[in-house]
Nanobody, 115 residues
């Protein structure tokens, strides 16, 4: 049973920064594409960014240039560094592989951008 545990969310002012972390059980992420997703209130969950085993990154247009996805050497934790946050970034953020595996969703971590 794979477990993904997201952390690092919180309340931040517009223009601020946060770093999210996602710890995976075992070798869930090894050799897989790692992704971050988010679900804003009243909206469908969307892909934010993903990182291939080879190190290639891809970002949604809405976060390009502001968010950075990375991982540790052991490929057990994936990070999302978020900067210049705005109200449209308010959402619950989740990690999963890409494409996602439905049964792997964790509880997510809430990011609220507000003054």
């Amino acid at each position: 049973q794979v477990q993904l545990v997201e952390s690092g969310g919180g309340l931040v002012q517009p223009g601020g920064s946060l770093r999210l972390s996602c710890a995976a059980s075992g070798s869930a992420f090894r050799f897989r594409i790692m992704g971050w997703y988010r679900q804003a209130p009243g909206k469908q969950r969307e892909l934010v960014a993903y990182l291939t085993p080879g190190g290639t990154t891809t970002y949604a247009d809405a976060v390009k240039g502001r968010f950075t996805i990375s991982t540790d050497n052991a490929k057990t934790t994936v990070y999302l560094q978020m900067s210049n946050l705005n109200a449209e970034d308010t959402a619950v953020y989740y990690c999963n592989v890409y494409p996602f595996i439905e049964t792997w969703w964790g509880k997510g971590t809430l990011v609220t951008v507000s003054s």
